[in-house]
């Protein structure tokens, strides 16, 4: 069988060519013998591959000097511990809840500190991002958090909110590498890579370098402190040395597109292609306020629960796969990730089309 169409939301489509140059690489990596899954990560294998990586993506993001670059383990998900364990000297963050990986982040920031909501959108099931020009943000917060792409929803923050001079922290892990951003706007930047990057169980952490802090309370593990990765150069322990190795590879295939200005210039007409259609469709519509779309999830609806399951079933058999939305939501979604090819978006509309003229609204 060949390669399907997938439209996960995580684990995600990679880059074919990135796969088959790993396939390629399997047995002896660069004349070493071995896998990269098998060699020490104190080699100088290894160390060309961990260097790299962060050498590509600094130059991908234009990350500057005093932001530093980790790779962890633990997902995305340990971030929502790690960041109050490390950021709250105060005991104080503020949250904008608009999905529920913000709501998670939030909850497990309340086991440190006082998390206070400052926004939400949950009243209208998260389907837009609340105006943050002008929020009630604490006084003595240490930090104002978003997720920036709400995987779930298929929302995406077009302009940051104002944190009135406060850090901000942001979750861009469906976001990261699809458009060009301003990292010196954010405090902290994270990513779990298994939706744009490369195999899940890592996290991508881009800190500003003041916030590594020594001065943590004593209960806080080893393994949990910014500054013990950052000492070490991500190698305290043994790193997810392969995920590394792939995510590397995945930097050089955005390089060698163009970098982020083109990736976002592919994924906007991508997702034109799916939004136009979902906009003069008799039978299917988008979910999400217009003006707060996500270019990389995108969920949609019949409004039959019926006409959903059996689009989700015929899909499956025509090549399509992973189109059922989140166990919360329900309808459809399609992550259409950096890897994503456009001709698969089109396929995919081509498929709706044919659908829709097979059910016709009575
Ligand atoms: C998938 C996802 C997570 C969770 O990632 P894990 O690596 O499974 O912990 C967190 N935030 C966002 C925005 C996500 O899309």
Redesign the pocket.
Known sequence: MGRVYNFS??PAVLPEAVLKEAAEEILDYNGSGMSVMEMSHRSKFFEDIIESAEKDLRELMNIPDHYKVLFLQG????QFAMIPMNLMKNKKADFIVTGQ?AKKAYQEAAKFGEAVKIATSEDKTFSYIPDCSDLPVSEDADYVYI?E???IYGTKFKTLPNTKGKDLVA?I??CILSEPIDVTKYGLIFA?V??NVGP??M?IVIIREDLISEDLEKCVPTMLQYKTHHDAKSLYNTPPAYNIYICGKVFKWVKKLGGLKAMQKINREKAQVLYDFLDRSSLFQGTVRKEDRSLMNVPFVTGSDELDAKFVKESKAAGFENLKGHRTVGGMRASIYNAMPKEGVEALVRFMEKFEKENPLS
Do not use: F, L
Request: proline share 0%; charged share 10%.
């Open positions: 939301a995580g997902g995305a998900s340990q990986w997720c792409n709400n995987t979750d892990s469906s779990g298994q939706k899940a169980g996290v």
